[in-house]
Every structure is written in structure tokens, then in C-alpha cells.
């Protein structure tokens, strides 16, 4: 059988997606927005007893957790105090992680391989899957308890931007049944019969006759799709007048937030999610960072030996730890995005601490040589933050060579070619220069365009060469 993840899905593909009844998630929805006026104070008491039900419960129901730290948790021990985990762990323990018994990851994969991949095994839980930016493919499972809160919290976010709960809101993201974003849009569009059902596979033009019908308030996508989007509106073909438009799933970078100014006049504010945790955190209207939703996640920034570092110094990686998913806990899980707190408090009041924007992640660390044969270290975010601004460069993405690195760099049809090469060439020389490597190998191609790829097709901005 071929892996869901892994198959090219058409723009028209669809599945039949189980889906929340509304009146839950609005009461969901309406309990986590309380929290939102909370002290401080109020959020870690609340927290603590969360997390302790939490470790307890995982102890008891999971083989693994029991073993892994059953002794530290009767002990009361800290969180800083137990281990560390990862996908790879995750995924070779998943039996003995998940606490429900009659699930187990064969029977998860069969389902998530089926044509039935956005329904309910057991009649119960969601399935999700990512290929991530490690390469390496994961399998989770949500209780229904757990994914009324996972869309309730976007529902919550949703409303901290000034959308009341009737907003025309609209999400387009991966085409594919076993991926979150695709689940999430799904949830969204219950109640709302003439909201297109989208994917940044669809074919642009039938993406710009949705949109123009349906003219939604609020957009929800990744950021390489933005840019499309804001090609199609300056080119006067798409019509639109969103009022907030929220980046998902891939970095978002300083241009878009230009992009979407300079073309709609409105702002994009900053989303942060993983499959594992659902979403994280997210940007209010006041575009001061990141808020997280710490009454379901606890999040770590923590330096190479799982260190906390303080706010305003970015992390080497991020733990978190959800506390609202039983049949499937994850505790202190270790995430690659490299972030920094934010210190101080927010202006819009919230009492939930803050990141700023994600800068990438560890598996987007390039390696070049200098002449003398000494590796350097370069993370792709310090190229391709000045690359983006290049005019005439649609797409962009980094081969790891044996002996340096290759851009590719996709352009518009009406652009020189030869000169947005020079000028490629030449941020990706100075940027390494700076860093000690002026002599580093270095291949610039333009190409037509750069492949998305996985269940969530979206665009990896560091891939190793194919051998």
C-alpha cells in the first residue's frame, strides 16, 4: 500500500472528514476565552493541577510513561526533572505510549492508508500524520474530548483578532485527509454551506473564482501561498478584501508581512501549531508576539542540553508538553523550531506568555566549506530573509551538496533571469562571507518552479541532493 503522506493528491481531491458538532465547539470555545482573563497567578495554579492530573493519568493508562517516568512522577518531581523525548521515540514506543489498547500503530497506519483516512477509527479519534521538516514521518492520535479543545483553542485565537464567531473564515491548506490543517479547515467550514473547499494544490484559477464569490473576512494559509495570492490581486484577476489573513504551517518571513500590507492593507498575524500539540500559540491583534495557549501546552525554550534560556535569547529547540489529549500524552516532546520569549506582558491584556516569530528550524541548518577545508554552519533564515526581498523571485529552496549548497530560485516569466541570478548570487555570497565562508561553494539555478511535497504540501526550504 502507498503511505497517504506520501502520494501526489490532485487539486480536486476530497474525503469524507468527521466532523464537531458547533454547539460543542462554541462552548469549548467560550470556556477557554474565560481563561483568557485570568492573572497570571491563576494560569500556572491552573496549570500545575492540569499538569499533575496529566503525568498521573499517563503513568497509569501508558505502558511506557509507567516505566519511563512512573518513579519520578510518585515522587512529585518537577517537569524540568523528566526526560526528553522525540519522534523517533514516539514512533517506536507508539504502542505502548497510546492508552487506549485497542489502538495500536498498524492499525493507525492501515486507517490513515485507507480512503477513510478523515474518519473515526473505533468511532472515536482523529487521525493525523506530518512528514516534518525532519524528514521523518509520525503518526498521532486525538481522543474527542482532546480535539474539541485542539478546535476550540483556534476558535479562541480566531476571536482574539476581532472575528466574531460568524466570520467568513477560510482556510486553504494541505490536500490531503491525514494532514491537521486540512482537519482544522474541514471543522471550519461546518455550518457555512457555500465555503469553497480549497488546498494550495487547487489550480489558481479556481481558486481565484472561489474567492471571489465568497469573499472571506479572514484567510488562513501558508505563506508561500500568500505570495500567490498577492500576485493574483495586484494582477486584478483575484478581488478581495480580507481583513486579517493568518500564516500557517511554513516561517513566515518579513516580505510577506510587507506583501500583505502593501496589498490589502491589512495585517497577517503569526500562527504556531505542530501535528502533535495542535495549535501552540498564536499572534493577537497586537502583533507583539506569539501568545501560547498554556492552559493546554507547556512550553520549554531550552538550550542544547534542555537548559531553560531567558526570554529575549533563542532557543536551540522547544518542549512541550499537552495536557489535553488522554490517549495519546506527550510530554516534554522536543520540537526543532528555534524561538525566543518575549519578556513583558502583552498590551492586550492576556495573561499567556509570548514567542516571537519562529526563525526556522534545526533541520534548516546548511553547511558550506572554506578554502582551508573548516565547516561553517548556516542557517537557511539568513539567507533567504534577503533573498525574499530580490524582486522577480517567486520561490526559493536550498540543496545540501557534498562539497556546498545549490538555490534554486524560481522567478516570474516577465523577470531577467540573468540578473535575478546575479543578484542571488550575490546576497548568498555576501551573507557567507560575513559568516568566514567567502570562498564556500555555491550554485544558483533558476528553475521553473519548486515542488511542494508531503500530505501537507509545503514548501521545504532545505532538501539534501538526491543521490
Not at 546576497?427 to 521553473?448: C, M, W
Request: aromatic share 6%; charged share 20%; glycine share 6%.
Amino acid at each position: 500500500m502507498v503511505h497517504a503522506g506520501d502520494v501526489g493528491f490532485s487539486a480536486a481531491a476530497s474525503f469524507d472528514v468527521a466532523t464537531l458538532d458547533p454547539d460543542v465547539v462554541a462552548r469549548r470555545t467560550l470556556e477557554l476565552l474565560d481563561h483568557n482573563s485570568w492573572s497570571r497567578e491563576q494560569v500556572l495554579t491552573y496549570q500545575k493541577v492540569r499538569l499533575k492530573k496529566t503525568l498521573q493519568h499517563a503513568v497509569s493508562a501508558s505502558a511506557f510513561y509507567r516505566k519511563r517516568i512512573g518513579d519520578l512522577v510518585a515522587r512529585n518531581a518537577p517537569l524540568k526533572a523528566l526526560p526528553t523525548m522525540n519522534k523517533a521515540i514516539l514512533m517506536a514506543e507508539f504502542d505502548r505510549i497510546v492508552t487506549d489498547p485497542r489502538l495500536n500503530r498498524a492499525t493507525v497506519e492501515q486507517h490513515i492508508e485507507s480512503d477513510s483516512a478523515g474518519l473515526l477509527p473505533l468511532d472515536q479519534y482523529r487521525v493525523v500524520a506530518t512528514g516534518g521538516s525532519s524528514g521523518q514521518r509520525g503518526v498521532f492520535v486525538y481522543d474527542q474530548a482532546g480535539w474539541e479543545l485542539a478546535f476550540a483553542n483556534a476558535r479562541r485565537f480566531q476571536r482574539m483578532l476581532g472575528m466574531p464567531p460568524d466570520a467568513r473564515a477560510l482556510g486553504i491548506g494541505a490536500p490531503s485527509a491525514v494532514h491537521l490543517t486540512y482537519r482544522f479547515n474541514a471543522e471550519h467550514r461546518v455550518g457555512r454551506p457555500d465555503a469553497p473547499r480549497l488546498s494550495v494544490t487547487t489550480p489558481m484559477p479556481e481558486v481565484v473564482t472561489a474567492l471571489n464569490a465568497y469573499q472571506p473576512e479572514l484567510i488562513s494559509t501558508y505563506p508561500s501561498f500568500i505570495r500567490q495570492l498577492a500576485e493574483e490581486q495586484r494582477a486584478g484577476r483575484l478581488q478581495i478584501s480580507p481583513r486579517a489573513m493568518r500564516s500557517v504551517a511554513e516561517v513566515l518571513s518579513p516580505d510577506v508581512k510587507d506583501l500583505v500590507w502593501n496589498t490589502w492593507k491589512t495585517r497577517v498575524t503569526n500562527n504556531y501549531a505542530a501535528t502533535e500539540a495542535g495549535i501552540i500559540g498564536m499572534e493577537c491583534r497586537e502583533l507583539s508576539g506569539i501568545h501560547l495557549a498554556e492552559d493546554l501546552v507547556i512550553v520549554e525554550v531550552v538550550d542544547e542540553a534542555n537548559r531553560p534560556v531567558p526570554p529575549g535569547v533563542q532557543g536551540a529547540k522547544v518542549l512541550v508538553t499537552t495536557m489535553f489529549n488522554r490517549v495519546f500524552p506527550v510530554v516534554r516532546y522536543e520540537l526543532s523550531d528555534l524561538v525566543a520569549m518575549v519578556p513583558g506582558h502583552c498590551p492586550c491584556g492576556s495573561p499567556f506568555r509570548r514567542i516571537e516569530d519562529i526563525q526556522g528550524r534545526s533541520e534548516e541548518m546548511l553547511q558550506v566549506w572554506t578554502s582551508s577545508g573548516e565547516q561553517v554552519n548556516v542557517h537557511a533564515a539568513r539567507l533567504w530573509f534577503h533573498l525574499v526581498r530580490v524582486a522577480g523571485i517567486r520561490q526559493y529552496q536550498f540543496v545540501q551538496l557534498a562539497t556546498g549548497i545549490r538555490v534554486l530560485l524560481a522567478v516570474y516569466s516577465d523577470c531577467d533571469r540573468a540578473e535575478v541570478r546575479k543578484a542571488g548570487e550575490q546576497i548568498v555570497r555576501t551573507a557567507l562571507s560575513d559568516l568566514g565562508a567567502k570562498t564556500a561553494h555555491v550554485e544558483i539555478q533558476i528553475v521553473d518552479k519548486v515542488d511542494r511535497i508531503g500530505s501537507g504540501a509545503k514548501l521545504k526550504s532545505v532538501v539534501a541532493a538526491q543521490t
